[in-house]
């Protein structure tokens, strides 16, 4: 009888610690869930205020401020500083790239030198074959004469597409990383191609205005970036905007990239004349 009672007492301590141990491991449980809820509510505060902070800075309202409980901080820089340089934001193959080569406010205080080179990269470093993007770029530029002109160039890394569309070689496709105006840290490009700025091919030049880019054959959102030549600076042209939101121990930041001065991407497909156009 005293051995029976013994077992049954250590079943029931089994049994206790058993239910003890799965009312713990629900507890636990219980509060992770909680504790993760809480975080994603909060992230999705955070980052509701972020949006909120970037729309108020540019409607001309304060960049430090408190919303729900939220602290909201909007950090502005305008770019590119001198020698760096300046990264689009990705752009797919309807959208056009719009870089200034002389300051946007007047056309005159600042603006790329007339000779020497000028860089420019493009692509995931990692792509499929099919959206490996071929690139096409349009200098605007004014002649001695007072005319504005438009210089294109049409590259494309892939062999088998050279054949048929006619491009040119890029030449660099395995780029090394560079710093550009988008990223603390060095960023690795698809391709880069260098273009010489000289009159032999620029005839008649006097100043470059406006560098557009377009990607063509690829079906998906990739970078840009132009790279002035060592010793070189190109014209700042655009404000960076990074909106932190803050709420306990979670952070949510946005960036955002905001030109003010830039000509529409259906300009491209326009045809402009001073007279009448007869078919």
């Known amino acids: ?9 250590l079943i029931l301590l089994l049994i206790i610690t058993v239910g003890l141990g799965i009312g713990l491991s629900i507890i636990q449980r219980s509060l992770s869930d909680v504790s993760t809820s809480t975080r994603v509510e909060q992230s999705s505060r955070a980052f ?5 902070g970037l729309e108020r800075v540019l409607s001309g309202g304060e960049a430090t401020f408190e919303l729900e409980k939220v602290s909201v901080a909007v950090e502005s820089q305008v770019i590119p500083a001198v020698g760096q ?8 193959k309807e959208e056009i790239a719009h870089i200034w080569l002389v300051s946007p406010n007047d056309l005159i205080s600042e603006q790329y030198p007339s000779s020497g080179l000028i860089s420019v990269y493009w692509g995931e470093n990692d792509v499929s074959p099919s959206d490996l993007a071929a690139i096409e770029l349009s200098f605007i530029y004014k002649n001695v004469a007072g005319s504005f002109l438009n210089k294109k160039f049409f590259y494309d890394p892939s062999v088998s597409r050279r054949s048929s ?10 780029a090394p990383p560079i710093l550009t105006s988008l990223s603390a840290t060095p960023k690795t490009f698809k391709c880069k191609v260098t273009i010489s700025i ?5 005839p008649g030049l006097d100043k470059l205005m406006i560098l557009r880019a377009r990607l063509l054959y690829t079906s998906i959102s990739q970078p840009l970036a132009v790279e002035p030549e060592i010793g070189k600076t190109l ?10 939101g803050t709420i306990g121990d979670v952070q949510r930041r946005i960036q955002l990239l905001v030109e003010d001065k830039v000509v529409p991407f259906y300009f491209d497909y326009a045809i402009f004349s001073a007279g009448d156009i007869s078919k």
Not at 1 to 9: A, T
Not at 85 to 92: G, L, S, V, W
Not at 235 to 244: D, E, F, M, N, V
Request: aromatic residues 8%; glycine residues 6%.
């Open 165 to 174: 569309n006619g491009f040119s070689d890029p030449g660099v496709c395995s």
């Open 235 to 244: 014209p700042k042209q655009a404000r960076l905007l990074l909106s932190t």
């Open 48 to 52: 509701s205020a972020a949006e909120a």
């Open 85 to 92: 340089t300046f990264e689009y934001p990705p752009i797919n």
């Open 1 to 9: 009888m005293k051995n029976s009672n013994g077992q049954i007492i």
């Open 198 to 202: 000289n009159d032999s091919v620029f």
